[in-house]
Structures are given as structure tokens and as C-alpha cells.
């Protein structure tokens, strides 16, 4: 019995830590520890990237009149964020973004996180069918189609572009 339990542990917890496809790398030419491929949250809250996550998460204030008309409407959607962990836009918004899923209690381990390099590959991830040019980009999708996205930087404020798609 205790054999059985000991490999049905093993078992599990195995596919627990390598079921994710992200690679850290250092970047040659400015010896920087990158991500690439897809992650999980808790990720991009360690290591360099992680630095700017808490710093941006925890300044960052969204505008609670408008977190309450997201909140009524998101959960029906699926989100995919496509970041580069070198890229100064996805190390402002991405912390940005996650505060506001945080708010509206959007269970953010089904948020679906691919990392970039330089080249805009996902490494071992296939992201062809993802079409992104610029990272960040933060996209919903409903009923498994694509309903907006926010590319880059929000035209107004991560909150009010995010209710926007929403809205659409």
C-alpha cells in the first residue's frame, strides 16, 4: 500500500512540475535571464521578472468604478497574455493586468501565459495561431473565439480597454 501511494505521488507531483514549457535563458548580449514558452503565474513572480512584477503590482491602483462593470461580464471569457519577460511594456502592464484580475476574484490559473523571446518565439510552444506582433498583448476569447485585444500598451487604461472588449 505504501508503494502504490509512494509512485501514485511521485506520479503526480512529476506532472505537477514539468507540465509547463518554459526555458530560462540568459540573453548573450546583455546578460539578462529570460523566459520563453508557456509558464504559470508564480513564474513571472520570481527570478529577475519578478522584481517588476511585485514593484508594479503593488503601485498599481485600477479604477474600482470600472473593475465593477468587468466584474459582472469576464468570466465567461478565456485569456491568453503573450509577454516578453525582457520587454519594459509586458514588465509594467502584466503586473497591472494580474491586480486587476485579483480584484474581481478571475481565477488566474486559467490564464493561459506564453512567454516570448526577442524573435517572438515560444520556444518548444507552438504560437502560430496566435498572430502577435507586439508584446504584451492580452487576448479574450469567448466560446474559444477571439472577441479583442489589448496590444502593447492600453489606448486608455488597462480596466476601461479590458470592459471595452467586453462590451464588443
Given at each position: 500500500m505504501k508503494i502504490t501511494f509512494l509512485i501514485l505521488f511521485t506520479t503526480i507531483l512529476s506532472n505537477l512540475i514539468y507540465t509547463q514549457n518554459e526555458d530560462i535563458t540568459i540573453e548573450p548580449n546583455t546578460d539578462t535571464e529570460i523566459m520563453i514558452g508557456e509558464c504559470k503565474r508564480i513564474m513571472l513572480q520570481e527570478r529577475e521578472f519578478g522584481q517588476y512584477f511585485i514593484e508594479e503590482y503593488k503601485n498599481y491602483d485600477p479604477e474600482m468604478p470600472i473593475l465593477n462593470k468587468i466584474q459582472h461580464n469576464i468570466f465567461s471569457y478565456s485569456i491568453t497574455i503573450v509577454l516578453g519577460t525582457w520587454c519594459s511594456d509586458s514588465q509594467e502592464q502584466v503586473p497591472r493586468f494580474f491586480k486587476i484580475l485579483d480584484k474581481i476574484d478571475y481565477n488566474t490559473?486559467?490564464?493561459?501565459?506564453?512567454?516570448?523571446?526577442?524573435?517572438?518565439?515560444?520556444?518548444?510552444?507552438?504560437?502560430?495561431?496566435?498572430?502577435?506582433?507586439?508584446?504584451?498583448?492580452?487576448?479574450?476569447?469567448?466560446?474559444?473565439?477571439?472577441?479583442?485585444?489589448?496590444?502593447?500598451?492600453?489606448?486608455?487604461?488597462?480596466?476601461?480597454?479590458?470592459?471595452?472588449?467586453?462590451?464588443?
Open positions: 490559473n486559467y490564464v493561459r501565459i506564453v512567454c516570448f523571446d526577442r524573435d517572438k518565439t515560444g520556444g518548444e510552444t507552438d504560437v502560430s495561431n496566435l498572430n502577435v506582433e507586439l508584446v504584451p498583448t492580452f487576448i479574450f476569447y469567448k466560446n474559444n473565439i477571439e472577441k479583442g485585444r489589448i496590444i502593447e500598451t492600453p489606448l486608455n487604461t488597462l480596466e476601461a480597454d479590458i470592459l471595452n472588449i467586453l462590451h464588443e
